[in-house]
C-alpha cells in the first residue's frame, strides 16, 4: 500500500519492528521516541518496559539496553567528533495498566530528566532541573532533547522542552550547565501550551530553533541563541509532536493521526495516512470496553494512522514511526 502524492510517495509497511513478544509489550501503553543511527539501526523505547531496544531497517530485533528512565520518551540522536550518543528526555511517569492507565499518584512533584548516554547505555551526562521559579509549583516533566550540533556549525548548546510540566523550553551548555529559558511569550504568537518536541533545522544552511507548540497547534521558530523568529502552521497544523528532515524536506508527526510533509518553505506538500476522525472516539488514542476501561484501539489499519508519536528517518528519506496507544504500532514507510 503507497501513500502521498508525486515526488512524497511511500510504501506502507505495518508492524514494522518485531519487539519481542511479551505480557508488558502487548499490554504497556507506547509512548515513546524512535532514532537511525548513522550505521542504519534504529532505536527505539519500549511500549512498557524501562529499556532502549535495536533493531535493523528490517524490523529484526537486534538487542536491548536499560534506559533506566521512568519513560523512555523522547530520543534524539548526535555526533560528537566521530561518535554517536543518544539523548533521553525523561518525563518521570509512566501509565501502567496496574493504574488503569493513569499516571501513578504521589504527594511529591515529579522530576525528570534529560539524560546522555552511549550507544551501548552508559550515561555520560546528566541535565539538573533548571533553576527557574516555575517549579517551586510545578513538575519537570521534559520532553525532548535537541543540541546545535559542532559537525553543524552550532556551539553544542542543549536544549529541552518541558512539554508535559512547566510549558517551558530550556537552554544548557555543551557541558549542561544551565543557561536560559524562553517561554513562547518572548514574539508575538504567545505561550507555549505542551511544547512537545524540538529541533534543529540546519536546510537553509544557519541552525533554527523549531518548537513543536503542540497543544497550539503550531511551530515557533527561534535563532540559535533564543531570539524569537516567526511562527507557522496555525493554518494547517493540528497537534506538531515531532520533526525530521531529509533534504529540503521537513516531516511533521500530528499526534491527530497523520504526519505532514512541508517544503523548504515551511508550508504543506502533502498529508501522509491522514485520520482525523479516529481522535474523536471515546478513549482515543485507544478504546473504551463495555466497563468503560482502555483497551488497545481495534480501529487500526494499513494506509492510516492512529496516534504518531516518535517518528525517525534513515540516509534513504525512510521514514519510521510509533505510535502512542495500547501495545505500541510501528510503521515504516519506504521512500518511493
Not at 77 to 104: C, F, M, Q
Not at 123 to 132: R, W
Not at 189 to 211: Q, S, T, W
Request: aromatic share 10%; hydrophobic share 35%.
Amino acid at each position: 500500500m503507497r501513500v502521498g502524492t508525486g515526488d512524497n510517495m511511500y510504501e506502507w509497511i505495518e508492524d514494522w519492528a518485531k519487539t519481542p513478544d511479551t505480557e508488558c509489550a502487548r499490554t504497556g501503553w507506547s509512548h515513546h521516541g524512535i532514532v537511525v543511527s548513522e550505521s542504519g539501526e534504529v532505536y527505539s523505547g519500549h511500549q512498557d518496559a524501562p529499556i532502549v531496544q535495536v533493531f535493523d531497517t528490517d524490523g529484526k530485533f537486534l538487542r536491548s539496553w536499560p534506559s533506566d528512565c521512568a519513560d523512555t520518551h523522547g530520543l534524539t540522536l548526535v555526533n560528537e567528533g566521530g561518535t554517536e550518543y543518544l539523548w533521553i528526555a525523561d518525563n518521570g511517569a509512566k501509565r501502567h495498566p496496574s493504574t488503569a492507565y493513569e499516571y501513578p499518584e504521589t504527594d511529591a512533584k515529579v522530576i525528570g530528566k534529560a539524560v546522555k548516554k552511549t550507544m551501548d547505555g552508559q550515561t555520560v551526562l546528566e541535565l539538573a532541573t533548571p533553576p527557574h521559579a516555575a517549579y517551586g509549583e510545578s513538575d519537570y516533566k521534559p520532553t525532548w532533547v535537541a543540541v546545535n550540533e559542532v559537525r553543524n556549525g552550532g556551539n553544542g548548546d542543549i536544549w529541552v522542552t518541558d512539554g508535559y510540566g512547566g510549558n517551558l523550553v530550556h537552554r544548557y551548555s555543551s557541558d549542561g550547565e544551565y543557561l536560559s529559558t524562553i517561554s513562547g511569550e518572548e514574539g508575538d504568537a504567545g505561550a507555549f501550551d505542551c511544547p512537545h518536541a524540538i529541533f534543529i533545522d540546519i536546510r537553509k544552511g544557519v541552525p533554527e530553533l523549531y518548537v513543536a507548540d503542540r497543544s497550539n497547534g503550531r511551530v515557533q521558530v527561534y535563532d540559535a541563541d533564543g531570539k524569537w523568529l516567526r511562527v507557522f502552521g496555525e493554518d494547517f497544523l493540528t497537534s506538531p509532536s515531532g520533526f525530521v528532515a531529509y533534504g529540503d524536506t521537513l516531516v511533521i508527526a500530528e499526534l491527530n493521526a497523520r504526519i505532514t510533509i512541508c517544503g523548504a518553505d515551511d508550508r504543506p506538500r502533502t498529508y501522509l495516512g491522514e485520520n482525523g476522525s479516529v481522535t474523536d472516539v471515546a478513549g482515543w488514542p485507544n478504546n473504551h470496553n463495555e466497563r468503560g476501561e482502555s483497551v488497545r484501539s481495534v480501529l487500526l489499519e494499513p494506509g492510516k494512522f492512529n496516534s504518531p508519536h516518535g517518528m525517525a528517518v534513515d540516509a534513504h528519506g525512510n521514514l519510521y514511526v510509533a505510535e502512542w496507544l495500547i501495545g505500541g504500532r510501528s510503521i515504516k514507510l519506504a521512500k518511493v
